[in-house]
């Protein structure tokens, strides 16, 4: 998963990856939660937070990490032909998060 901050202030995303089969509770479906700083015009990488497997990615993001500024949910289906596909996020200057 990597994130690429392309304001000029420091945010913190909290996502929360969910298997999406739908056949876990809430809790038992979680497959990683937890934060991840972006400094300005920074990216920050985090490798191997799950198996590679369809998700629904639930994420918060938070400007200088107290200000919430977006909110909402993606899914992630992973391309079968492509081992090196990664989760990937833009936070643009009016603190949006889109998927790339």
């Known amino acids: 998963m990597t994130v690429f901050n392309h304001s000029e202030v420091?945010?913190?995303?909290?996502?929360?990856l969910l298997r999406a089969d739908g056949s876990d509770s809430r809790s038992d479906a979680r497959a990683f939660s937890g934060a991840i700083d972006v400094d300005p015009g920074g990216q920050a990488v985090r490798d191997a937070v799950a198996?590679?497997?369809?998700?629904?990615?639930?994420?918060?993001?938070?400007?200088?990490?107290?200000?919430l500024t977006d909110q909402d949910h993606v899914h992630y289906y992973p391309d079968?032909?492509?081992?090196?596909?990664?989760?990937?996020?833009?936070?643009?200057?009016?603190?949006?998060?889109?998927r790339r």
């Open 51 to 67: 198996e590679r497997r369809p998700y629904l990615v639930e994420y918060g993001l938070y400007e200088e990490n107290s200000d």
């Open 80 to 98: 079968d032909g492509n081992e090196s596909d990664t989760l990937s996020f833009d936070i643009d200057s009016s603190g949006t998060l889109t």
């Open 10 to 16: 420091p945010y913190t995303v909290e996502v929360t």
